[in-house]
């Protein structure tokens, strides 16, 4: 009798160990968790983030991703749960398969709300939505548009997806590629031309201001060397006027000194005037070479 009762005594203090075991569970630092009571079936609406916590008496952690979730919509996931390239119209009609991924991540304090109103299995709704979103917001911009704006096409779907995820899906989109823009061939073809020639044009103006300021350059050479003569010209005409000038003054100081002289010499001889003029006839004819 004595051995049942400590064999029960230990059997239910081993139960009691073990239920008291299970009563603690953990969250990876990659993971969020709310407290589920399989008793009660209730969820608590606090979440909890990465750490080993008591949380009674057949409770556990329902687990959701702490990190960034990538979906990938490409022709290589056409077989995967992702799909491949969305498809959707332009604003002007035209057929467009856009290959996009982004990133989204949960939000912490909205984790209660994100169970109880998509439940655990929550992503196929989340790309439902991604889905629904992209396409309408293809719809938003001409054909053309996408061929010369893309970066501008994928902020703006970056931003209409991450303001739906925030409002109905609790979670935020921190990053989005718009990878591919797939469009008509014929329209891509034709738009590719355009933008050739659109090249020949851009090459064609600029060889245009080159030859302009070539031709500019030339002109401005050209004034500086009329200007360069001009300046040797007037510095030549400064130079012999000053040469002129400056052998008639000695012409006149020479001839003012022989007038001096011949005057004291015909005065100091007595000479007439024409006695004076035969003597300078006399030293002129003397003077003279004989040759010539």
């Not at 009798?1 to 008291?20: K, R, S």
């Not at 990053?175 to 014929?186: A, D, N, S, W």
């Not at 030549?236 to 012409?251: L, P, R």
Request: hydrophobic fraction near 40%; charged fraction near 25%; include cysteine.
């Amino acid at each position: 009798m004595q051995t049942a009762i400590i064999g029960t005594v230990v059997v239910a203090a081993a139960v009691v160990v073990v239920l008291f075991l299970l009563s603690f569970d953990s969250l990876e630092y990659q993971e969020y968790g709310l407290n589920y009571s399989w008793i009660s079936e209730t969820v608590e609406k606090k979440p909890y983030s990465s750490g080993r916590y008591y949380l009674g008496m057949g409770n556990h952690f329902i687990k959701f991703p702490r990190m960034v979730t990538s979906v990938l919509f490409s022709d290589d996931m056409a077989d995967s749960k992702e799909g491949p390239a969305l498809q959707s119209r332009t604003k002007d009609g035209l057929n467009v398969r856009l290959e996009v991924s982004f990133q989204y991540r949960l939000l912490f304090d909205s984790i209660y709300d994100l169970y109880t109103s998509l439940g655990k299995d929550y992503e196929p709704i989340f790309l439902r939505m991604a889905t629904e979103q992209l396409a309408i917001a293809a719809t938003e911009h001409n054909a053309h548009f996408f061929f010369t704006n893309r970066s501008t096409v994928g902020q703006e779907m970056h931003d209409k997806l991450n303001a739906e995820f925030k409002a109905r899906a609790f979670s935020e989109v921190p990053f989005f590629q718009l990878r591919t823009v797939h469009l008509p061939e014929p329209f891509e073809e034709a738009l590719k031309q355009t933008q050739v020639k659109q090249q020949d044009i851009q090459i064609a103006t600029l060889e245009q201001k080159t030859k302009t300021v070539t031709f500019k350059t030339k002109v401005l050479q050209a004034e500086q060397a009329v200007k360069v003569m001009e300046n040797q010209a007037q510095a030549e005409s400064a130079a012999i006027k000053a040469q002129n000038e400056a052998y008639c003054e000695q012409y006149k100081v020479t001839q003012d000194m022989q007038t001096s002289a011949l005057s004291k010499m015909k005065r100091a001889a007595g000479w007439s005037a024409k006695e004076l003029l035969e003597y300078m006839r006399v030293r002129a004819m003397r003077d003279h070479p004989a040759e010539k």
